[in-house]
């Protein structure tokens, strides 16, 4: 789709009633649905995060979202392809601020040139103990990216129509933190294997571009 198209679509966008958590758990592992349901999320006393999906136009005015492959670290989201964003900090005024500041921070777009345009379902993510609120956004022309090398293995810039293909959603078995090669679904965009919170934040945002045709 062309990104001018897509930009008439969003007002659209914006007054749309989210199917929340059902969006979700459609790239969700069973596992993690029952685990999320017997979980007393409040009582952890979660910390927040924000972040943000990025859409702009390519070199030939298509629409592409923007992802990040996180660095090879001692932790449990090491390896793996998410949005930019991070943790809320004290100096935040608000979660959207977070998600704009951090996007700024890891890919280098100017928090100024994204107009955020809906805010998404926040997800318990179990193994790190966070809320996360995602949000979708858009910048009006191709940003210059540039990656924070210490958090950022490299930026991946995904078409709109590989996005939404159904082909792109496959299973894949994967160590996890609710067992040992479980097969859980993922999205496979750009030669990456998307799976865990950021597909089922990603399922939320097709569920909802879907609803615009």
């Known amino acids: 789709m062309q990104f001018e198209e897509f930009v008439k679509r969003m007002p659209k966008l914006s007054n749309l009633t989210l199917l929340g958590q059902d969006a979700q758990f459609l790239m969700a592992p069973?596992?993690?649905?029952?685990?999320?349901?017997d979980t007393d999320i409040e009582a952890k006393n979660p910390r927040w995060a924000?972040?943000?999906?990025?859409?702009?136009?390519?070199?030939?005015?298509?629409?592409?979202?923007?992802l990040i492959l996180r660095k090879t670290y001692k932790g449990v989201h090491s390896n793996q392809v998410g949005f930019p964003g991070g943790k809320a900090e004290a100096f935040d005024a608000s979660i959207e601020e977070t998600a704009l500041r951090e996007t700024e921070e890891e890919i280098g777009v100017d928090r100024d040139t994204i107009e955020v345009i809906k805010k998404l379902t926040k997800i318990y993510i179990p193994p790190s103990n966070f809320w996360v609120q995602p949000f979708i956004g858009i910048v009006q022309s191709k940003p210059v990216f540039v990656?924070?090398?210490?958090?950022?293995?490299?930026?991946?810039?995904?078409?709109?129509?590989?996005?939404?293909?159904?082909?792109?959603?496959?299973?894949?078995?994967?160590?996890?933190?609710?067992?040992?090669?479980?097969?859980?679904?993922?999205?496979?965009?750009?030669?990456?294997?998307?799976?865990?919170?950021?597909?089922?934040m990603l399922s939320e945002v097709k569920w909802a571009l879907q609803q615009l045709d």
């Open 30 to 37: 069973d596992e993690r649905i029952r685990a999320l349901k």
């Open 147 to 200: 990656k924070e090398e210490a958090e950022v293995e490299a930026i991946l810039e995904v078409p709109l129509t590989e996005f939404l293909d159904e082909k792109k959603v496959i299973k894949q078995r994967i160590d996890t933190s609710y067992g040992t090669m479980l097969e859980v679904p993922a999205f496979y965009l750009t030669e990456h294997v998307v799976w865990g919170a950021t597909a089922m």
């Open 50 to 66: 924000g972040v943000m999906a990025v859409f702009y136009p390519n070199e030939a005015g298509e629409t592409t979202l923007v």
